[in-house]
């Protein structure tokens, strides 16, 4: 067990949990302004496979990572509209961008190299392999200070709280909600674009794995707070962590292992360790009294 | 009147969404008519064609009415993933344990017993898998989409744990059981449609996925627990006020959903693989298909009827379009699928936009 507890397992914990927390601070923006943010698993996907396919072309993983967030504000766009503008349902709309996400990329890197699914290689030294961590924990901070000391972080909350009141007091709830999906889109990208030019060095189908949902649950085991989603994420990054370096060793299975984060999620929604509050205009547009 | 609002508003989702997807294909320098003759005519040709796309429609028979009735309660589950693993898997075991499989069975019941018990232990799964999440929401208000969700993932782990560790045979380099009793099977119709043949894996569980829909209606519309299930869907509070246990109709629509979603181990491994196989609905698997079934079939059951087997025909046409376009490949159909769905979430807007111009009417969905 000792050989197991090493400097490589914290290493590959925060490694692990780079992608987490990006797209779990994205979800953060989007769900604290109200809008429920499914759709973290296809913003990832998209900044996974943009990032790769740009950085083959273009030899520039910066080029690659600033596509990928462009390619995440796109699609995170088509969420805010219908979500915002339109007034759909916005769990139905982020599962439709997580399909939309499983086929485009297939599609487009069929007809493009001739694989279904796979990007070509990129070789070691156009990689990202550690920006996307700094930029990551980073945002920690940022994200607290933008939340709580800002006037945009104020109505963001209140716009996700209470959002007849923040209208009456003059905020542009579609505007602020606008702002925290479109930023969701960016830095869920980014968390993709790091699977894709950082960890590994091509794209390949549906790569994400799952980790979009891994991030909201990150995001709701942290109760929707930065600091708290951050630690949600690594011990979500240390249990994968532990789950990949036991493969062999222990005679644990690691399927055991894989699911402690969903367990864990499910327990703390129920209010069993601490009640997770949803922001609590979620899930509900926002109509304009006429 | 209400009836061709019904109809137009999802033929108009679809059209949009061959549109869109008709550009896209375009963009990939192909043909997008020639691709669509493809998509559609080689899931008509008799009997490949019919046979197969009928096979793919059942299970999202199935997972489009588990939709549909979650949704009738004003839930949402993306659960039926979870459920109809758990389900499969459950369809399997009573098939090895009880079906006299050497080395692995404590029983060899004839196949009178044993397909009726692997059905229930189908529908009893899923609908415990199901459940949990209804009850999580009535006991403490957790709100059942991420609890479906996570459910998903435990499903398929816990799944693969009891294949890989205790029902692969020895050796065996693919995730999956050992084969079920052969009086487990239920017969392929091959047996009994001429020209229809039996290699083609369409088998009883499409009459059952027919039955359920029949099911689905009556205990929706003509029992006093559908009737308070939609009450609950429609407006909770009022139904409390009403006298309704809306917290009880939640735990009972989920659990009737998961065991909807739980019968798609009936055709996957009673009808067609006689084995439990390892993430069998991956992709973009059945369940999550199963909300773009019930939307398009306006949650109702005869609209999920035709909307699985516009998306059974999809999918049968995808694998042609794979082999014969030169760049367009399979993944067109999840493309298409999430743009119906896109374009049926939108609708409600575009509903309240003509509204404004006395053409339709906000109908209630």
Not at chain 2, 5 to 26: H, N
Request: charged share 10%.
């Amino acid at each position: 067990m000792n050989e197991l507890l090493n400097i490589g397992l914290i290493y590959s914990t925060v490694r692990t949990a780079t992608p987490l927390l990006l797209a779990a601070l994205g979800g953060l923006y989007s769900e604290r302004a109200g809008v429920i943010n499914i759709a973290l698993e296809g913003l990832m996907l998209v900044g996974a496979f943009t990032a790769a396919v740009v950085t083959h072309y273009t030899h520039s993983p910066w080029i690659g990572l600033t596509a990928a967030i462009a390619a995440g504000v796109l699609i995170a766009a088509i969420h805010a509209v219908l979500c915002i503008s339109f007034k759909a349902q916005q769990v139905v709309s982020g599962m439709a961008i997580n399909i939309l996400l499983i086929g485009v990329p297939a599609l487009l890197s069929g007809a493009f190299f001739e694989s279904t699914g796979a990007t070509p290689q990129i070789p070691l030294h156009e990689l990202l392999q550690y920006a996307p961590v700094v930029i990551a924990f980073a945002l920690v901070p940022v994200t607290w200070y933008v939340l709580y000391r800002t006037p945009f972080g104020l109505r963001l909350r209140a716009v996700g709280e209470n959002p007849e009141a923040a209208d009456a007091a003059g905020v542009s709830v579609t505007r602020i909600r606008y702002a925290g999906v479109l930023l969701s889109g960016a830095l869920a990208a980014i968390g993709g674009a790091y699977l894709s030019i950082g960890q590994s060095s091509l794209f390949t189908r549906n790569m994400t794995a799952g980790r979009g949902f891994i991030a909201l649950a990150a995001l709701i085991f942290g109760k929707w707070r930065p600091v708290q989603t951050m630690l949600a994420c690594l011990l979500f990054g240390l249990a994968e962590a532990l789950a990949t370096q036991m493969q062999g060793v222990v005679r644990v299975p690691v399927q055991f292992i894989q699911i402690i984060p969903y367990v864990l999620t499910m327990i703390v929604l129920a209010g069993f360790i601490g009640l997770s509050r949803a922001p609590r205009a979620i899930g509900i547009p926002y109509q304009k009294e006429k | 009147m209400k009836l061709l609002r019904e109809i137009l508003f999802p033929l108009i989702a679809v059209l949009a969404a061959f549109l869109v997807g008709a550009i896209i294909v375009l963009l990939i320098h192909d043909d997008p008519i020639e691709t669509y003759k493809l998509l559609i005519g080689s899931a008509l040709s008799w009997p490949d064609g019919i046979g197969y796309t009928l096979f793919y429609a059942t299970p999202l028979i199935f997972t489009g009415l588990a939709v549909a009735v979650a949704f009738r309660c004003g839930l949402l589950n993306i659960g039926a993933e979870g459920q109809l693993y758990v389900a499969a898997f459950a369809a399997a075991w009573v098939g090895i344990t009880f079906g006299g499989v050497e080395g692995r069975s404590i029983a060899n019941l004839s196949a009178w017993l044993l397909v009726p018990l692997a059905c229930f232990a189908a529908m009893a799964s899923g609908a415990v898998w199901g459940a949990v999440p209804g009850v999580l929401k009535a006991k403490f208000g957790s709100h059942e989409v991420i609890n479906t969700i996570m459910m998903n993932f435990i499903a398929l782990a816990l799944v693969s744990y009891f294949t890989q560790y205790h029902y692969k045979a020895q050796g065996d380099p693919i995730l999956q059981t050992v084969p079920i009793s052969a009086s487990a099977h239920i017969a392929r119709l091959g047996k009994f449609i001429p020209g229809l043949p039996e290699r083609i894996p369409l088998n009883i569980a499409f009459f059952l996925a027919l039955l359920a829909c029949v099911l689905v209606y009556i205990f929706l519309w003509r029992t006093k627990w559908g009737y308070e299930i939609r009450a609950t869907g429609a407006n909770p509070a009022a139904a409390e006020y009403g006298g309704i246990s809306t917290g009880r109709q939640i735990v009972l629509a989920m659990a009737v959903s998961g065991a909807l979603a739980g019968l798609v181990g009936v055709n996957e491994v009673l009808g067609y693989r006689y084995r439990y196989y390892d993430s069998f609905s991956s992709g973009v698997g059945y369940g999550f298909t199963g909300i773009a079934v019930a939307l398009l079939g306006r949650n109702h059951p005869v609209g999920v009827v035709f909307a699985a087997l516009f998306f059974g025909a999809l999918k049968r046409g995808g694998l042609f379009v794979d082999i014969f376009t030169e760049h367009v490949s399979k993944d067109l159909v999840e493309v298409l699928k999430a743009l119906v769905i896109l374009f049926v979430a939108a609708e409600l807007y575009f509903r309240g936009r003509l509204g404004r111009f006395g053409l339709m009417r906000r109908a209630k969905i």
